[in-house]
């Protein structure tokens, strides 16, 4: 367990709101390339609702269970560190210096 001060937790939920907003973004541009495809008769209505459905149940589902059912914020930014959701220079290096092997399991483990 690491220990975090009272402004380093609040820090890490800010953090986390914002790699949230980050992966909810990137799906949802998949999502509007469909919808796209649909306008420009590339698809039909009956695949786009399908490509909605799999939106919904699938990494809508997925992302709003890992960021709002969760209360693990540390693991969240490690996460997002790992993957290049955040820029490291947007967390303070005191919680990049508690989060180094978070971090790095996350990089061995996606």
Same mark, same amino acid.
């Not at 459905?53 to 790992?82: C, D, F, T, W």
């Given at each position: 367990?690491?220990?975090?001060?009272?402004?380093?937790?609040?820090?890490?939920?800010?953090?986390?709101?914002?790699?949230?907003?980050?992966?909810? &973004? =990137?799906? *949802?541009?998949?999502?509007?390339?469909?919808?796209?495809?649909?306008?420009? %008769?590339?698809?039909?209505?009956? @695949?786009?609702?399908?490509?909605?459905?799999?939106?919904?149940?699938?990494?809508?589902?997925?992302?709003?269970?890992?960021?709002?059912?969760?209360?693990?914020?540390?693991?969240?930014? &490690? =996460?997002? *560190?790992?993957?290049?959701?955040?820029?490291?220079?947007?967390?303070?290096? %005191?919680?990049?210096?508690?989060? @180094?092997?978070?971090?790095?399991?996350?990089?061995?483990?996606?």
């Amino acid at each position: 367990m690491i220990d975090f001060t009272k402004s380093e937790k609040q820090e890490l939920r800010n953090l986390a709101n914002e790699a949230y907003k980050v992966e909810l &973004a =990137r799906e *949802l541009e998949i999502l509007r390339s469909a919808f796209t495809s649909w306008q420009n %008769g590339k698809i039909g209505v009956f @695949e786009l609702d399908e490509k909605i459905h799999e939106y919904h149940s699938g990494p809508h589902k997925q992302l709003y269970v890992y960021y709002q059912m969760k209360n693990q914020p540390e693991a969240m930014i &490690a =996460r997002a *560190l790992a993957l290049g959701l955040i820029e490291s220079n947007c967390v303070p290096d %005191g919680i990049k210096n508690k989060l @180094e092997r978070l971090v790095g399991f996350f990089r061995e483990n996606g």
